[in-house]
């Protein structure tokens, strides 16, 4: 284990930090190990450092020059490039810990985050754990546990079974308790979250393989294959409630966020609030919320997930809807402290957002509030709800919607009278409680306003509550204000199921601005690849309605800018502009359903104009320096009479191979520097043999972007380069082209016509399904990939023979590494009489007759 000193030093503490007690164990605190990566871990240093308090951040072998290691005060090296070795090396990270001089530990999200194990590893080396006890841990991850605790403080479940931990139920039993409960069913592990090991079952022909599957997954993930049964529903919400407890007894709930935009069962999309609830349903959501949380004795910041079956009718402009918006306050000064650290105090001014949040003068003039609307019963998912509607709940005066109070969930409801958690008009049951920080806690930071003023930060809360402080304000001074969106990027590619995708970042542009916060733990040169989770950065935007707050996100998507790894970036802008989405009319199956649609077809999003583009780049480099060069000194197609073609073979993405001609055009010989004392070259281009069209291309002088003029439009393309070639992006999109030394013509079945079996994200071969000689039909399986613990079997191209094979079990591949190659049965097509042999030059002249 090595420690490293960061250049940087710690700001000062703010003036007037409150303190706490000085029994409390974290109370003299001055120096903080946070055990996480990535922009989780740069998030919390932020605060960390403004709060005043020393940061030490550890890191794996393969993260030593990581953005957040570079952010810390010390930096401290706890193990190789695998979790086990590193991440998940709780005693590394606690002897780091000890060896850096700190004395709290912030586990961020994932990782360690929600093992009691590690809780108590810390509490026994006298280290205080900022978040819950490890008991809280403990009952809420085991989601059996979890709901038995939770319904006996009244908050309503779905119907379902659980496994005994240690005996799983054989299949006949399985079908016995499914046929009770009814089809279709969701299977998922009882230790886990996000999505892994989850199966849908459509009737009892389904049963034994899902959960087989489902057992080997959780197994592999979370060491624990015990499987939860449940009814599942369709079209489903899933809504959450962020609590915040401390050690006096407090509870409060910070209102809701939205997470039904959801693929491969993991969010991609949160806003808060949700566009669903009125005022009414969300206290008595809220009020369950906090009854799970005090039913396992909550410290700290926490989150109660539901899931919501919605009205039949269409969301009709409730709280938080995309009807008139809301102004909002001044959220004061960042990082202001506490103006007391009692319960139930008077006004003050609430934790700041470390800056990270500002708006407009016209947004902070405040604007009307929008209109509640009722919605219709539409029976129970778990205890039965009161028949009656309520009428539309009235905002509060002016612009804030009050959070409502928890009062009837300490004491309970009078004899005779609904239960407190009876959400009018709704159904909701109770799915899980996290207990940790959420990746999407940045929403509910945007938005929640105390005493009037917006903006708080959960986790200078979370480290004030591991203090002992108690918490600053109760529920009645809470409230809701505005809008917020988040968008999590993610190194994936949705065109191929959203499978993962890796590189090196070689150039990045994140977006700025009124309303917008971004965080990141990325930096060019950052390599993405598949040892950790794929979530690269996640984009945040806040305005008074949520129609503006979704318009302000898709341009801040159109505004980012990542090159030298895939990501989902363009798929976010055309998910969010859709109508549905627009309209809040949001369910957890949706993103799949729209998803086909949202994807270009092959090459759709490639056209003439882009790949001509990309040849004019090319072309750019081999132009010589009007003020340097001689004119005979470089190969630019220059003779006596007209110029010559020169021709680049490219393969653009899900394209295929394509042939693109340039030539200089008369009325333009100056090699272009946009930007520069240079004009633009003007050339003639054609594509695949097509009719000659204009382009006029240069590029600035630091080489990072490409302006183009083509069909009459001025373009500007972000570009960076790498040995595998070019890289092009623009509005949110990006594209990778590639030299490829056949001809347009010669595309025929594609690129998987030659019989090559690539791996289609980079990660870990589980298992091979052939060995050479073997004959295969097309569709039949060769490889299992796994990454991320997502598991993807690679399947053969066409009908042949398995004639190389380099796949083995254990062993890493990236994207597109051959696995294995496949002769085809029947002899391809003939090449073009025309074409280049394999081993030609990309480049090739070809001399006007």
Not at 24 to 35: D, I, N, R, S
Request: net charge negative.
């Amino acid at each position: 284990m090595t420690t490293a000193e960061s250049a940087t030093t710690a700001p000062p503490a703010p003036s007037g930090t409150a303190a706490a007690g000085p029994g409390a164990p974290g109370a003299t605190a001055t120096t903080v190990l946070v055990a996480n990566r990535g922009e989780i871990a740069v998030r919390i240093i932020r605060t960390l450092r403004r709060m005043g308090l020393r940061t030490v951040a550890v890191h794996s072998t393969a993260d030593a020059g990581a953005r957040h290691v570079r952010a810390a005060d010390t930096a401290v090296c706890v193990g190789g490039a695998a979790l086990s070795d590193s991440y998940l090396n709780a005693p590394a990270i606690v002897a780091a810990a000890q060896a850096a001089g700190a004395r709290m530990v912030h586990p961020g999200y994932g990782f360690l985050a929600e093992n009691a194990a590690f809780a108590r590893l810390c509490a026994e080396a006298g280290l205080v754990f900022i978040g819950p006890p490890p008991e809280a841990i403990e009952a809420m991850g085991d989601k059996i546990r979890a709901k038995r605790e939770v319904a006996a403080a009244g908050v309503p479940l779905l119907p379902g079974f659980a496994e005994e931990p240690g005996r799983p139920m054989d299949d006949t039993a399985l079908e016995r308790a499914a046929a009770d409960v009814g089809y279709p069913l969701l299977i998922k592990p009882s230790a886990g979250g996000g999505g892994k090991g989850m199966r849908v079952v459509e009737g009892p022909g389904e049963l034994a393989a899902a959960a087989a599957a489902a057992r080997r997954e959780a197994r592999a993930a979370f060491g624990d294959d015990t499987l939860l049964v449940e009814r599942l529903v369709r079209r489903p919400r899933h809504i959450e409630v962020q609590v915040l407890a401390d050690a006096h007894g407090n509870v409060v709930h910070l209102g809701e966020r939205e997470c039904s935009l959801q693929r491969r069962h993991q969010k991609i999309v949160e806003e808060a609030p949700s566009p669903l609830l009125t005022p009414e349903q969300r206290a008595a959501m809220g009020r369950a919320a906090v009854a799970a949380a005090r039913a396992c004795g909550y410290v700290g910041a926490g989150t109660v997930e539901f899931i919501v079956q919605p009205p039949r009718e269409e969301p009709g402009g409730g709280a938080g809807g995309g009807g008139a918006g809301a102004g909002h306050a001044d959220t004061g000064a960042p990082g202001e402290p506490l103006a007391s650290s009692q319960p139930h105090a008077a006004p003050h001014t609430p934790p700041g957002s470390a800056g990270l949040w500002t708006a407009t003068p016209a947004e902070a003039a405040g604007g009307p509030p929008p209109a509640g609307a009722g919605h219709g019963e539409t029976g129970a998912l778990g205890e039965p709800l009161s028949s009656s509607q309520p009428e539309a709940g009235s905002p509060a005066p002016h612009h804030l919607r009050p959070l409502g109070t928890t009062a009837a969930t300490a004491d309970g409801p009078a004899p005779g009278a609904p239960s407190p958690t009876a959400a009018p008009g709704l159904s909701y049951a109770f799915l899980e409680m996290n207990t940790r920080l959420q990746v999407e806690h940045p929403v509910t930071e945007a938005v929640v306003a105390v005493n009037g003023r917006r903006g708080i930060d959960l986790v200078e809360l979370q480290v004030r509550v591991a203090r002992g402080e108690p918490l600053p304000f109760t529920q009645e001074d809470l409230a809701l204000d505005g809008h917020a969106v988040e968008s999590r990027v993610y190194a994936e590619d949705p065109a191929q199921g959203f499978l993962p995708t890796g590189g090196r970042v070689l150039l990045l542009a994140e977006p700025e601005g009124p309303g917008v916060r971004v965080d990141s733990g990325l930096d060019e040169g950052t390599e993405v690849t598949s040892a950790y989770d794929p979530m690269l950065a996640k984009v945040v935007t806040w305005a008074p309605d949520r129609a503006a707050a979704l318009d302000r996100m898709d341009a801040a998507l159109a505004g980012y800018t990542l090159l030298g790894c895939d990501t989902n970036v363009a798929f976010l802008r055309r998910l969010l502009r859709t109508p549905r989405v627009r309209a809040g009319d949001l369910s957890t199956d949706l993103t799949p359903q729209l998803a086909p649609a949202l994807v270009p077809a092959d090459g759709a999003d490639v056209d003439d104009g882009l790949l001509a583009a990309a040849a004019a780049d090319h072309q750019l480099g081999l132009e010589p320096d009007p003020r340097t060069a001689d004119r005979f000194a470089v190969p630019d197609g220059w003779r006596l009479g007209a110029r010559a073609w020169t021709t680049w073979r490219l393969r653009a993405p899900r394209r295929g191979p394509a042939a693109v001609r340039l030539r200089r055009r008369a009325e333009g010989t100056t090699a272009g520097t946009a930007g520069g004392p240079e004009a633009p070259v003007a050339y003639e281009a054609s594509v695949d043999g097509g009719p000659p069209f204009a382009i006029d291309a240069a590029r600035t002088p630091d080489g990072r972007t490409l302006v183009v003029t083509v069909h009459g439009r001025t373009l500007r393309y972000a570009r960076a380069t790498d040995p595998a070639g070019l890289w092009l992006g623009r509005d949110g999109a990006a594209w990778r082209f590639t030299d490829d030394p056949r001809l347009a013509p010669v595309r025929g079945g594609g690129a998987a016509a030659d019989g090559a079996v690539r791996s289609p994200m980079p990660g870990t071969v589980l298992s091979v399904a052939v060995a050479p000689g073997d004959r295969v039909v097309a569709g039949s399986p060769v490889a299992v990939v796994e990454a991320m613990k997502m598991e993807h079997t690679v399947t053969a191209p066409l009908d042949g023979t398995v004639t190389e094979l380099h796949a083995r079990p254990g062993r890493p591949v990236a994207m597109d590494e051959v696995l294995a190659a496949i002769t085809p049965e029947a002899a391809p097509a003939p090449r073009d009489p025309g074409a280049a042999p394999a081993s030609a030059s990309t480049t090739v002249k070809e001399q006007e007759p």
